[in-house]
C-alpha cells in the first residue's frame, strides 16, 4: 500500500472543503434571492386583490386572516399573518421590482419596511449593501436612529457653514461622518460605577461594534498610543484610521462633564499627531473627545468653537426610546442654532 502524503492529503481536505463550502454559499444566496423574490410577488398579489374591494382597511385585515388559515393548511408554517402583513408591507415600500436588491435578505427587507420615511429606508438599504450590515446590525441601527443622528451632524455643520464665510473642507467632511450622540449600549455599562479604564477596555472588547457605531471608513490602529514631547510622555486612549477621510482620528475618553482642560489636553495631542504621525499624504488629524456630559460653556466658549479639528460629542452607555433619541437630536439642534447667534 503506497504510504500516504500528509500534506497532500490536507490539501485534499482543505480543497474538498472549500468547494463545498462554496457551494453551500450558493445554494443559500439561490434561497435567499427566490425567498424575497416570491415575497415581494405575494405582496403584490395581496395588494392587488384588496384593491378590489370596497372597504380596503376592513377587507385588507379579514383577508389576510384568511388566506392565512388557508395558505397554512396548504404549505404549512411561514404565513401566519404577521408575516402575510410584512410581504404586503414589502411590496408598498419597494413597488419597482427592479428596485429590490438581491444582496439583502428577507430579514433585512422584514427591518426595513418598518422605516416610515422613505428616504431614510433608501439610505438604510444602501448603508446595508455597502457596508455588509447582517441583519442584526441594520436593525441596531435602526433602532439607534444612526440615520437621523449623522442628519442632524450634518445640519449643524450646514448652520455652522452659513455662518462662517471661511469654513475648511477637512472641517465639513469630518462633520458628515461623526455624530452626536454615540449609542455605546452595547458595553452593558449601566450601573455608572465603572473608570475611564474600564469604558476603555469594554471598547475594545467590543471593537466590532464600536466600529459599526463609529461609522464607514473607520479602522482601529492602537490602543494607548504614545506619543513623546521633550521628555514627556502623552497617551491617547484610542487612534483610528479613516480610508475616506484619508485622516486619523484621535479619541479621549472622559467620564462627567466636559471640562477646558479637556479641550486643551485634546488640541495638544492633534498638533503633536500632524507633527510626528500624520504622513504626507494624509489630512490633518481628527481629535474627538467623547465625554458623558457636554458644557455649552466649553462648546461655546474653548477653541472647539473655531477650530476645525477638535470635536466634542456625547456618548450614552444605554439604548433610548426613539422618543428620547429625538428629543435629544433636537436640543443638540437648538443649541448649535443658540450659539451661532
Sequence with gaps: MTEQNPAAFSDLVSAITQ???QA??????????????????IGRLIIEHEQQGNSRAEYGKQQLQQLSKQLTERLGKGFD?????????????????DAVRLELSWTHYRTLVRVENAQARDWYLQEAINQSWSARALERQISALYYERLLASQDKALLEQEAKVNTQPL???????????????FLNLQDKTYQESQLEQTIISNLQQ????????FAFVERQQRIRFDDEDFYIDLVFYNFKLKCFLLVDLKLGKLKHQDIGQMDTYVRLYDEQRKGADDNPTIGLVLCSEK???????SVLADQKQLFAAKYLPYLPSEDELKRELERERAKAVEQLQ
Design 171 to 185: 472641517a465639513e467632511t469630518a462633520k458628515d461622518y461623526l455624530r452626536d450622540p454615540y449609542i455605546l449600549d
Design 210 to 217: 464600536f466600529l459599526l457605531e463609529l461609522g464607514k471608513g
Design 295 to 301: 458644557s455649552e460653556a466649553v462648546v461655546k466658549y
Design 24 to 41: 453551500r454559499g450558493q445554494v443559500r444566496q439561490a434561497v435567499n434571492t427566490a425567498m424575497v423574490q416570491s415575497y415581494w410577488e
Design 81 to 97: 399573518v404577521t408575516n402575510l402583513r410584512n410581504m404586503r408591507q414589502f411590496y408598498l415600500g419597494f413597488p419597482i421590482r
Design 19 to 21: 468547494q463545498i463550502e
